[in-house]
């Protein structure tokens, strides 16, 4: 999926709730480590507000919650 952007951490288990579910719906898109990129972190903590991850930039918004994530990109799929 073309300009997203998941942002997670590196022992969120909600961060691998997301990945899992990428994986078995075969979504790509790119993944961000805000743990190993501090400029990603900084650009998460300034634009959306907080440093919570999972975190699905789409659209200029920032979503959260790793439930609210998957449903999201359930009802956003590309075939």
């Known amino acids: 999926m073309k300009d997203y952007i998941l942002y997670v951490g590196t ?22 480590n805000i743990e190993k990129d501090r400029d990603a972190m900084q650009k998460l903590i300034e634009e959306g507000g907080k440093r919570q991850v999972p975190c699905l930039y789409h659209d200029g918004e920032y979503l959260y919650e790793s439930d609210d994530i998957i449903e999201f990109l359930k009802a956003n799929k590309e075939n």
Not at 25 to 32: A, D, S
């Open 11 to 32: 022992v969120c288990p909600f961060c691998k709730k997301v990945e899992n579910f990428l994986n078995e719906e075969n979504i790509e898109l790119e993944i961000v």
